[in-house]
């Protein structure tokens, strides 16, 4: 893991293997580092854990660094973020394609609630400034956003949005609605809604398993086959949380948050890809990969 040459190497060998595209943005002139390039310099250094730009610079070899300034290699990659997304979903089902997913949620701070109130960390817009919320499994107040995400049973992630810390999960159902159809979703007591499952069934054959509560009417406990497979996007949210430090925040502004986020979840999903190119199993995460 720590030849960043190498790194580098093998995950442009992938994305090449998807896309013939070299850049995607419009510019005037022909860049020396291109779009894909520019993308894979970026996995590499979620992938080796190097979350600081400066350090990232200091280390890259010669031959990239000195194509591209570090301010512009910044600026490129926030252009770049509706095209990075789309390579994601492209390697996400070549991994996996099932008709069964898992949705769940996780806090994501971007600092301590002490500090909120005169705090300007993404607050250069109001609708998505952060604020506010609640964390049940975790019986904490915090301040910042919620990541939504949807993954197969695999532990492959097809779908995460951002929402401010006070959405409540039920809400990104909606979102769920309007992507999806003829599949099941598990997920947890926080999506129990007759009135969702109803209209999801009905409106996009959507059946989403959810446990019910022990006061509740006719309770009846969930299959253990669902509690065991929900518990895959948990151990996704972990890997995040552990080697990919995504609750670490430098951002000072949304769009660089949300860039954060995306590298860090599209860098796992290269990881998962390249593990099945080479017939291992695609969760082993912490590995060499050239």
Same mark, same amino acid.
């Given at each position: 893991?720590?030849?960043?040459?190498?790194?580098?190497?093998?995950?442009?060998?992938?994305?090449?293997?998807?896309?013939?595209?070299?850049?995607?943005?419009?510019?005037?002139?022909?860049?020396?580092? $291109?779009d894909?390039e520019?993308?894979s310099?970026?996995?590499?250094?979620? #992938?080796? @854990?190097? =979350?600081?730009?400066?350090? &990232? %610079?200091r280390?890259?070899?010669h031959?990239?660094?000195?194509?591209?300034?570090r301010?512009?290699?910044?600026?490129?990659?926030?252009?770049?973020?509706?095209?990075?997304e789309?390579?994601?979903?492209?390697?996400?089902?070549?991994?996996s394609?099932?008709?069964?997913?898992?949705?769940?949620?996780?806090p994501?701070?971007?600092?301590?609630?002490s500090?909120?109130?005169?705090?300007c960390?993404?607050?250069?817009?109001?609708?998505?400034?952060?604020?506010?919320?609640?964390?049940?499994?975790?019986?904490?107040?915090?301040?910042?956003?919620?990541?939504h995400?949807?993954?197969?049973?695999?532990g492959?992630?097809?779908?995460?949005?951002?929402?401010?810390?006070?959405?409540?999960?039920?809400?990104?159902?909606k979102?769920?609605k $309007?992507?999806?159809?003829?599949c099941?979703?598990?997920?947890d007591?926080? #999506?129990? @809604?007759? =009135?969702?499952?109803?209209? &999801? %069934?009905?409106?996009?054959?959507?059946r989403?398993e959810?446990?019910?509560?022990?006061?509740?009417?006719?309770?009846?406990p969930?299959?253990?086959v669902?509690?065991?497979?929900?518990?895959?996007?948990?151990t996704?949210?972990?890997?995040?949380?552990?080697?990919?430090?995504?609750?670490?925040?430098?951002?000072?502004?949304?769009?660089?948050?949300?860039?954060r986020?995306?590298?860090?979840?599209?860098?796992?999903?290269?990881i998962?890809?390249?593990?099945?190119?080479?017939?291992?199993?695609?969760?082993?995460?912490?590995?060499s990969?050239?």
């Amino acid at each position: 893991m720590n030849n960043i040459e190498a790194s580098y190497e093998k995950i442009l060998e992938v994305l090449q293997s998807i896309t013939v595209e070299m850049n995607f943005l419009n510019q005037k002139r022909k860049p020396r580092l $291109s779009d894909i390039e520019l993308i894979s310099i970026d996995l590499t250094s979620i #992938y080796m @854990s190097i =979350d600081s730009e400066y350090q &990232l %610079f200091r280390i890259l070899p010669h031959s990239l660094k000195t194509r591209i300034e570090r301010s512009v290699y910044n600026r490129r990659k926030r252009a770049l973020f509706y095209h990075r997304e789309s390579l994601r979903k492209v390697l996400a089902n070549k991994i996996s394609t099932q008709d069964h997913f898992i949705v769940d949620s996780m806090p994501l701070e971007v600092c301590k609630l002490s500090r909120s109130s005169r705090s300007c960390i993404c607050k250069e817009d109001y609708q998505t400034a952060p604020d506010k919320g609640y964390c049940a499994s975790q019986s904490t107040n915090y301040y910042g956003y919620k990541l939504h995400a949807v993954c197969t049973i695999d532990g492959v992630f097809t779908d995460f949005d951002l929402t401010q810390a006070s959405v409540h999960d039920i809400h990104y159902l909606k979102d769920i609605k $309007s992507i999806y159809e003829n599949c099941t979703v598990l997920a947890d007591k926080g #999506y129990l @809604s007759v =009135d969702y499952q109803r209209d &999801l %069934f009905s409106s996009n054959q959507i059946r989403l398993e959810v446990p019910m509560r022990r006061n509740q009417k006719d309770y009846k406990p969930q299959a253990y086959v669902f509690r065991k497979s929900r518990k895959r996007i948990e151990t996704l949210f972990s890997q995040l949380c552990d080697q990919f430090m995504i609750r670490r925040n430098y951002a000072k502004s949304f769009d660089g948050f949300k860039n954060r986020i995306l590298s860090k979840i599209m860098a796992l999903t290269v990881i998962q890809f390249i593990n099945k190119l080479n017939n291992r199993n695609i969760n082993n995460l912490k590995i060499s990969i050239a």
